[in-house]
């Protein structure tokens, strides 16, 4: 990992990268653009600049990968929390059904009443009790194999793109 960390501070410091901001896209572009009559040195640049992406694209992966995890990690301990307090409350409440409120040394437990609609059957209710949502997007499908077809549609233009992948 150190000789991979100084591998990238070597290629970044080489492009002329360094420092703050060191990835601007405008540096990296003058860096390039200065080799641009020696096809040699440009080319070890540009293959350095790979590495350096390949190094974010990696580092942005594990840190979705990381993400994921703390998040589950989350769920799991909010989830046994509410357990936990469910079982607490439970507990006491079999123990002194008429209390609203229970206080220990370091905590205390307070409840307040609420009121909340529960749907039971959605089907069995009158239309005059639905709120009713539309949605519209465009599909985009439909429209690309209209515009190949050679049909002008008003809003809509096909354009053609070029996608880079470095191996």
């Not at 896209?25 to 200065?34: C, D, H, M, P, T």
């Not at 609203?100 to 609420?114: A, I, V, Y």
Request: with cysteine; aromatic share 4%; hydrophobic share 45%.
């Amino acid at each position: 990992m150190i000789a991979r960390r100084t591998l990238l501070t070597a290629t970044a410091a080489g492009l002329g990268l360094a420092g703050a901001g060191a990835l601007t896209s405008s540096r990296q572009e003058a860096a390039l653009l200065a080799e641009e009559g020696n096809k040699q040195a440009l080319a070890a640049k540009a293959d350095a600049t790979c590495w350096v992406i390949e190094h974010l694209r990696g580092q942005a992966a594990y840190r979705q990968q990381q993400a994921k995890r703390l998040t589950e990690l989350s769920r799991s301990d909010a989830g046994r929390a509410d357990a936990l307090e469910e079982s607490l409350v439970l507990v006491l409440t079999r123990l002194q059904p008429s209390a609203t409120r229970f206080s220990f040394p370091n905590h205390e437990l307070t409840s307040r009443k609420s009121q909340a609609v529960e749907i039971d059957d959605e089907d069995a209710l009158p239309a005059e009790w639905l709120a009713v949502k539309t949605t519209s997007q465009p599909d985009k499908t439909a429209i690309k194999e209209a515009l190949k077809a050679g049909h002008l549609i008003p809003g809509a233009l096909l354009v053609s793109r070029r996608s880079w992948r470095i191996h």
